[in-house]
DNA sequence: TGGGGAATGATCGAAAACGATCATTTTTGT
DNA sequence: ACAAAAATGATCGTTTTCGATCATTCCCCA
């Protein structure tokens, strides 16, 4: 269990590794907190080398020096999506056309598969776009549509009409939670999970990822049944949740370590 | 030929790419100069949405790596984009409603245009839209569509009928080049030539802007013709071949300094 | 070679960010 | 439920950085 703190912390570095450079004022904006506090959680980052302070803000670093401290917990979590998105990097084939949906785990998933041959990628995340024009020569479509704040993406009813225009092999969609018990796939608001039920829909296999945190939170929109999905790429931190669940479902999620 | 400022901003951006963020001290002690020549030089690279200032440095922007050589192009011409710019950006009412094509002259008039309050955003430039999405908010649309490297725009079909689906009061339009003697506003290719067209049709006023090397060349697709169009927002290097057009034309032109 | 414009450097007060300290609130363990 | 411990917020003077202005140097071209 992360202690408020510790999430906060791991949250920071999260949306470090998105736009390279947060200032002060955008934290204490974002979690609601003093100076004081994101002074000392940067403050502690730094020491555990995850971040490097700047006068007004903290930039990422391009590699992660790793330490056995409580720093290993919050990498953890990288290096989970890390390994979560080289399993279903692996599942995409060369000549596959393949839709990303927003999130930070498929943004990770767009990273390995940038300089892959001959894939054709469609994208609603506006960083998983500018991630993939990084390298040239790519075939890539961006969904438009409103752009909203919170997951940096373009949704609403423009972008569900822009999806439905196509036919893609491999869906990659984010899950905000994932309720074991009731089989559901959940996401934070009903034009999230209006969106997503689009990708689903016009795509031949769906590929959910969700590190280990989804599953012990819960959040308001239902997405999809798990049985309707063709798998769920988890790390191991879910492997006990996912055993006490019934044999139907077990076999959905694949565990990356 | 590069001056030796602009060598030097292009090792400054070309530093960036590896570090991710520098201070002032580090560069003033590289390059040796002044703080003050860094400030002005953070300040320039940063007009031009090279990277981002922070208090005591500056950091890299996630986009793509520009070449030293193309960077430092970029740069150039500042003065008379910027200008160009200030003039659209006074053309825009509070709650206007936006389209702005892509091109860094473009760029430039949604940063003067960032943080106004009440304008509706649409536009099918990558850099323009992650721009916008600097300030929170914001009501900004993307336009969906095939992205092509030469300008990091959307466009094709998709981007096409996308833009079809609005009804904007004002278009900033990219011109690659005007002839004034045929009396054409041209782009590099049929296919931008469309997305073009159909930005003007949706489009209550159309304003091109365009600095004056854009009168000096010529391009393959005809976009629309001078007269049925807006104004035309320039800058003063064009002087001499507008006063040389017809009466009819030279109303069209608007000159910036 | 000398004049003029651009680039650079130096200096200043103002603004921003800093770290340290202490008061307050929240969490934890018993 | 209570006290100890931890986390957070507020405030202080200090340090750093900023932007603007002006003086100086450099460079181009007549």
Chains 1, 2 share one sequence.
Not at 3 to 9: K, L, S, V
Not at 27 to 54: H, P, Q
Not at 71 to 96: C, F, P, S, Y
Not at 153 to 170: T, W, Y
Request: charged share 25%.
């Amino acid at each position: 269990m992360l202690t408020q703190a510790e999430d906060r912390q791991a949250k920071i570095v999260e949306l470090l590794r998105e736009r390279n450079f947060v200032d002060i004022r955008t934290l204490t904006e974002r979690f609601d907190i003093s100076v004081a506090t994101v002074r000392r959680d940067l403050g502690e980052l730094e020491e555990a080398g995850l971040l490097r302070r700047t006068h007004g803000g903290a930039v990422n670093l391009n590699q992660v020096a790793l330490d056995a401290t409580n720093a290993a917990r919050l990498v953890w979590k990288q290096t989970e999506k890390a390994a979560i998105a080289a399993v279903v990097a692996g599942m995409v084939v060369d000549g596959d056309t393949v839709l990303l949906d927003a999130g930070t785990t498929a943004l990770e998933v767009a990273k390995k598969l940038t300089g892959r041959s001959r894939l054709t990628f469609i994208s609603n995340g506006l960083d998983i776009v500018a991630e993939l024009t990084r390298v040239d020569g790519q075939s890539i479509y961006s969904v438009g549509g409103e752009y909203t704040e919170t997951n940096r993406s373009f949704r609403g009813p423009l972008a569900e009409q822009f999806i439905r225009q196509f036919n893609v092999d491999k869906l990659i969609l984010n899950a905000a939670s994932i309720d074991v018990d009731r089989g559901l796939i959940c996401t934070v608001s009903p034009v999230n999970a209006s969106v997503a039920r689009a990708m689903i829909e016009v795509s031949r296999r769906v590929i959910v990822v969700a590190d280990h945190s989804k599953f012990t939170k819960s959040s308001l929109s239902v997405v999809a049944k798990i049985e309707d999905v063709g798998v769920i790429v988890t790390d191991s931190g879910t492997k006990s949740i996912i055993d006490a669940a019934p044999e139907k479902l077990r076999k959905k999620f694949v565990i990356a370590n």
